[in-house]
């Protein structure tokens, strides 16, 4: 088992291990109160779901205040027949999307304006005849309507609802997207259920917060880790590979593992060879902080910061390490000595690009893709 499998495996069982512990079941909240759509593990499976009766719903509308920073990710998922007939609402580059699956037709439609500016909308949902309805503050932003001789028929047997993600399989969609979203929900009523809704047991409730800006945030647990494989590549040796984070944090900001290779850097960088061992100290410089990668040698805020001929970056880079930020992967090691990133970091680049959380191999619930609290800590109650 090579390297990257070990640390996978490790994070699973762990996991495994803490809700087992924990005895983590299936809890029940209200729909109508604060709910953050983030701060779980799964992807594809709503973050809580309800059902009922199609003879008990009076009401084809639902309405919800939503706020995020999030470009894209699924908000509110509707169907019947156990899934042959299904909708969901999602965000695209901002935008609204709905998509429709029944009988025969798919459907995807996107429109309106973009709603990841950080400030609540208030979102309502309703059918009309053969039209579904999105509105936005109270503005018609978008309308889908569809007719098949196949979907005239009396609607019974049970409508199912989920919040954050779909209960049917992803190959379903027209246009797939990516289903994770950094967003926060109040104030809903859904159809005209009163019932409490099922939660997924991997989500953890948290507080969102009263105001927020871009970035992501570590609340000093959990960290986020890529496969450098799946980052963008080395495009001259002169250049290097380039890091760039910007923000204000506490703690550890990055780590690189591979087999036998360990280099932390934090308010101390620590390099760990298995035939022996380093430290170097490096004083906590305000961002932006830059790590350049080169041939054989890694450059931290413009200073030497480690050197070594008998490794190759590049080919370990291409052929895929541990990229970390927060912390280290092996929880034994971080409870030594590296002390988990606490902060916000506004912007991630490698090579030029924007990394996205949201791709990263592992992420752990308590870290926050897209938003951070503006001013520490205050949050909603």
Aim: a negative charge; proline letters at 4%.
């Amino acid at each position: 088992m090579n390297y990257l499998k070990e640390v996978v495996v490790v994070l699973l069982l762990g996991l495994y291990l803490i809700l087992l512990g924990k005895g983590v079941s299936c809890g029940q909240i209200s729909g109508k109160g604060v709910i953050s759509l983030a701060h779980r593990q799964s992807s594809w499976t709503p973050l809580m779901q309800t059902s009922a009766n199609l003879s008990e719903i009076t009401s084809i509308r639902s309405f919800f205040e939503f706020r995020t920073l999030d470009p894209e990710g699924a908000i509110f998922y509707g169907d019947t027949k156990d899934g042959k007939d299904w909708f969901v609402l999602s965000l695209r580059d901002g935008i609204p999307e709905m998509q429709i699956g029944k009988a025969d037709i798919l459907v995807s439609v996107k429109g309106g304006r973009k709603l990841n500016d950080g400030a609540w909308h208030l979102l309502e949902l309703r059918s009309e005849g053969k039209f579904v309805v999105l509105e936005v503050n109270n503005n018609v932003e978008l309308e889908v309507g569809l007719h098949s001789e196949l979907t005239e028929e009396e609607l019974t047997g049970k409508i199912r609802l989920g919040l954050g993600g779909m209960l049917v399989d992803k190959q379903k969609l027209f246009h797939p997207f990516q289903p994770e979203m950094d967003a926060c929900i109040r104030r809903g009523q859904w159809l005209n259920l009163s019932t409490l809704w099922d939660t997924d047991p991997t989500w953890e409730r948290r507080p969102c917060f009263s105001e927020i800006k871009r970035g992501s945030y570590f609340p000093g647990t959990g960290i986020a880790m890529f496969n450098t494989s799946d980052l963008p590549e080395l495009k001259t040796e002169e250049a290097g590979i380039k890091i760039e984070i910007f923000g204000s944090w506490t703690g550890t900001t990055l780590s690189f593992q591979s087999t036998g290779f360990q280099y932390v850097l934090g308010p101390e960088a620590q390099l760990g060879l298995k035939e022996g061992s380093e430290t170097v100290s490096l004083p906590h410089e305000p961002a932006p902080f830059t790590v350049n990668i080169l041939k054989h040698a890694f450059v931290v805020n413009g200073k030497a910061g480690l050197e070594t001929e008998s490794l190759d970056f590049f080919s370990m880079w291409k052929k895929g390490m541990l990229l970390t930020l927060g912390g280290v992967p092996d929880e034994r090691e971080a409870a030594k000595s590296i002390h988990y990133l606490r902060g916000c970091l506004e912007k991630i680049l490698v090579q030029g690009q924007v990394i996205d959380l949201d791709q990263a191999l592992y992420k752990h619930s308590a870290v926050s893709s897209h938003s951070c609290p503006a001013e520490a800590m205050n949050e909603l109650t």
